[in-house]
């Protein structure tokens, strides 16, 4: 074991031209930049291992991106491992699409069985057709899947050289806040349903379905100096504050970065990560705030609310620029509180895992019954179709997907990282794991602190529990991930297991 050695990097990963922001049902096209995507890469080695971090302003850092930036540090000759990389995502909806592949597919390769919208075509009655809003194919103004995808290959690919490349001597300080920023959104009712974005102002409204973790954990990095060089942010909500509007924006975690970079100086890095969150929005549904302007999701209709004393809109960037506000005061309240002696000499140990989850399965009768669902719907339907009716049959959809899958699929093949720095914990998984599952983690484990981080080393949709299984509704669909409650036990004990060994 010998001193740390820490490097760190960042670039631009914002698209040149207009983008089809991903996220949402709904087509959208970017009008503008609010704030610079970025990708910004972390390096740590102690000369017995070694481990590389990279967040990205994304949706998610699906396998088939994950594949791509593997084989460039392949061909540009990278002198580690491309699989001790851990590329995780913000999860903000106002990002560009690059044609995500989840890990069945088997990398870079086209889905065999087509996206939801390639899918209702072939349901469609002779002379209906999909109509786009617009077509990006051939509007040269709007960059294509393809472009996006060549160009964050190589960018993400030359941060991961450059953070390694610039590892000095440096040291850290693990630390811990406390932030509001997460809030389940999921409304449970007194018939034993839930809704995402249900509404609470109901007589039959019961309780939010999930609970809420406003912990955020601190890695601050200090350079051979003993000067701060950056900060790594863990907290259990997606960047989604402004998640249906039409500019390209990192949300909150723009303006994280802004406000540390006016305190701390401009050569500041920040590394954030989000955890276990698939449950988990900015928005409070008790205390419901209408969006500033119209949001296109009727999923968050309302029916003249009234209005309440509470923050700002979390659908606006007055509400993100409150959120990025607090995250960042806290950040900087914490260091000038003062932290533990910065740490040089520590065990560095990076486990990567390839677990084998069970899928969750469609019975003969979800099948039937969305094939039924399907072809009711298109019948009551006149004249062509678009997004809103991809959004009205996706769980239909996904239930025919799915049972096309498992003919030939019984467990996903699913990358863990699990990593051990001095006293602290790292833990990845690729889904929107919903906060439960991290919380009996955070729970159980042996060591002082642990970064989960979701959406990481690939996207494979929501992995709810038990209970919202039961309640229903998007994100407890089949339709909405690969994985179910049994895999996701499964996931909590294998991780635990492997961060306990190494304490």
Known sequence: MSTLKIGWSEVNITPDKKVSLVGQFAERISQYVEKPLTATALAVDNGDDYVIFCSLDLVNAAWNLIVGVREKLVEKKAPF??????????????????????????????????TFREMLKSYLAPGQKYVEKEDISTNPEIATMEENYTMLVEKISQVILEAWENRKEGSFSNAFGRVAVGMCRRAAYSDDTAQMWGDTNTAVFTELEGGNDSGVELLY?????????????NLACPAQCVQHRLFVSPDFWGEVKMLLRKRFGDHIFMLPQCSAAGDQCPVDLVRWVEPESDINDPNCLRNNPPKRKADPSMFDLSGMRLVGRRIANEIIAVYEDGLDAPQKEVVLEHRVLDMQLPIRRATLTDVKNAEKGIMEYLQRKTGDVDYNDVANLQVHLGVIKRSKIQETLDCLDTEIHIVRLGSVAFATNPFELFLDYGNQIKARIKCEQIFLSQLTNGSEGYLPTAKAERHGHYSAFISSGQVGHE?????????????????
């Open 81 to 114: 491992d491309p699989e001790k990389v851990i590329i995780g995502a913000i999860h903000t909806h106002t990002g560009p699409g690059y044609g995500a592949t989840q890990r069945p597919n088997m990398g870079k390769g086209k889905d065999p069985i087509g």
């Open 221 to 233: 990095v200090f350079d051979e100096k003993e000067e701060l060089s950056g900060v790594v942010v």
């Open 487 to 503: 895999g996701g036990d499964l996931l909590v004990r294998q991780t635990l297991k492997n961060v306990n060994e190494m304490f």
